[in-house]
């Protein structure tokens, strides 16, 4: 199967409190990076055709589940599929935990210490990238550059809900 990619996303943060500065600098490298560059496709199920992309990819909160909400091009239904929040609570509060530090770092302290927070905060990063794959298995194939950049949307997301 040839992999596809996302062509636009949205997320659907109108009822969430407005972003930091930082977290909004954070949402907009992250979609800038994911338009760049990213694979993403929908796997057939059940014999069913699907819809080649490019998609149209809306993430939202809703009823307390991360609801991927994917189009084509031509705005058709794609697929819907909705994520407990669950596996994702803890890897989000470590991750937010760490980038506090790494942002008050990053006015403070020397570059070696910067660099270590830095590391760690990789590893949270890519911890959450891990899970956010394992629950997209069967729905959606996505590589780990372009899950690292849609698991720091969902911390975006998370943020306010």
Do not use: W
């Not at 997209?136 to 720091?152: C, H, M, P, S, V």
């Amino acid at each position: 199967m040839t992999m596809s990619r996302i062509s636009h996303i949205e997320l659907d943060d109108s009822n969430l409190p407005p972003p930091t500065p930082e977290i909004e600098q954070e949402r907009k490298v992250a979609i800038y990076d994911l338009l760049e560059e990213n694979s993403f496709a929908l796997p057939a199920r059940d014999d069913r055709a699907v819809p080649e992309g490019p998609y149209r990819v809306n993430l939202s909160i809703r009823d307390k589940r991360l609801v991927f909400d994917i189009q084509t091009e031509d705005e058709e239904k794609a697929a819907e599929f909705h994520l407990s929040l669950g596996p994702f609570r803890q890897v989000v509060k470590d991750y937010f935990q760490i980038c506090e530090s790494y942002f008050n770092a990053v006015k403070t302290l020397p570059p070696s210490q910067i660099e270590t927070i830095d590391m760690a905060r990789r590893g949270i990063h890519n911890e959450g990238s891990r899970v956010l794959q394992e629950r997209l298995d069967g729905k959606a194939e996505i590589d780990t550059d372009t899950a690292r950049r849609l698991f720091t949307l969902i911390c975006v997301l998370h943020f306010g809900g």
